[in-house]
């Protein structure tokens, strides 16, 4: 059943703390994570080796790297936070702890299905102080990096329009657009898979960059076909898309506006929350 609130307007921490081990990516390497239920207002770093030093995220801590998006804690590198990050703010939580051992979350299967099974199995409730401010457009934001756009409009909801072009057939034109809701998330973007292209991941590999493996953690492109079938959705590619916007949105708070993004990435997110930020302060 159904577990999640109906909306974003309430603040939600967890009921219990989530422990996960993956491999890492990057590393190749054993890391844990460790959610824990906060009543501070936001989401919250720390590392196991200094467990009492909490750092808030913030979106200055941003650093972009081709596959994922890494944060740089108090001169500390945490890398792909967003999909976890996606999860939690995608499913309604406002406060939460992330605790790990490591400097990498693990992509686990490449969406964020993995953390919204957990995140159910334990379960949330109201926090006790009130969520961080959501921010809220009076006039349009836009941002573009090259050919690629954001743009977004005050709106009562949050909307998405996701757009991707690419001149392979196995991917080529997609469009996706939703009205986002702790339930529409779960049900539709979740669980989309990161996708890459084989021959990048070839090069990676070459230069030491993935160690963790790649056809179990994402969904992988030749050109014209899937080298890992099947797809879970047909658009799954513009979906995961989304996904990422949502976990990069995570530094500031899903903003009540109609968002339309074309050829979206880490970089194009991150300087559209940069002006979200202009926006609450
Ligand atoms: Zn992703």
Same mark, same amino acid.
């Given at each position: 059943?159904? &577990?999640?609130?109906? /909306?974003? !307007?309430?603040?939600?921490?967890?009921?219990?703390?989530?422990?996960?081990?993956?491999?890492?990516?990057?590393?190749?390497?054993?890391?844990?994570?460790? =959610?824990?239920?906060? /009543?501070?207002?936001?989401?919250?770093? +720390?590392?196991?080796?200094? *467990?009492?030093?909490?750092?808030s995220i913030d979106i200055s801590q941003v650093r972009n790297t081709p596959l994922c998006t890494t944060l740089d804690i108090n001169g500390k590198k945490i890398s792909t936070v967003e999909h976890l990050l996606a999860s939690l703010i995608?499913?309604?939580?406002?406060? *939460?702890?992330?605790? =790990?051992?490591? /400097? !990498?979350?693990?992509?686990?299967?490449?969406? *964020?299905?993995?953390? =919204?099974?957990?995140? !159910?199995?334990?379960?949330?409730v109201n926090s006790t102080?009130?969520?961080?401010?959501?921010? !809220?457009?009076? +006039?349009?934001?836009?941002?573009?990096?090259?050919? +690629?756009?954001?743009?977004?409009?005050?709106?009562?909801?949050?909307k998405l329009i996701?757009? =991707?072009?690419?001149?392979?057939? *196995?991917?080529?034109?997609?469009?996706? &657009?939703?009205?986002?809701?702790?339930?529409?998330?779960?049900?539709?973007?979740?669980?989309?898979r990161t996708f890459g292209f084989l021959d990048q991941l070839e090069e990676l590999k070459k230069a030491g960059l993935i160690k963790g493996g790649a056809l179990e953690n994402a969904l992988v492109c030749d050109g014209d076909s899937w080298v890992n079938p099947p797809l879970r959705y047909s658009n799954e590619p513009v979906r995961h898309k989304l996904l990422d916007l949502i976990g990069d949105l995570a530094f500031v708070g899903l903003p009540k506006a109609q968002i339309f993004v074309y050829k979206g990435s880490h970089s194009l997110h991150t300087e559209f929350a940069a002006s979200l930020q202009k926006v609450l302060t």
């Open positions: 059943m159904f &577990s999640f609130p109906d /909306n974003y !307007e309430q603040g939600w921490t967890l009921r219990n703390e989530i422990q996960k081990e993956g491999i890492g990516l990057h590393t190749g390497i054993k890391c844990n994570v460790t =959610i824990k239920p906060t /009543n501070l207002p936001g989401f919250h770093f +720390s590392f196991s080796e200094e *467990a009492d030093k909490v750092f995608g499913v309604g939580v406002t406060h *939460a702890h992330i605790e =790990i051992t490591g /400097n !990498e979350i693990p992509l686990l299967d490449g969406s *964020a299905i993995c953390w =919204i099974a957990e995140l !159910e199995k334990v379960g949330m102080t009130a969520p961080k401010p959501r921010p !809220e457009l009076t +006039s349009p934001i836009f941002v573009n990096k090259g050919e +690629s756009v954001i743009f977004a409009q005050p709106s009562k909801n949050l996701g757009l =991707i072009d690419f001149p392979y057939k *196995a991917i080529g034109q997609q469009m996706f &657009s939703i009205e986002l809701s702790p339930k529409n998330f779960v049900n539709e973007i979740a669980p989309a």
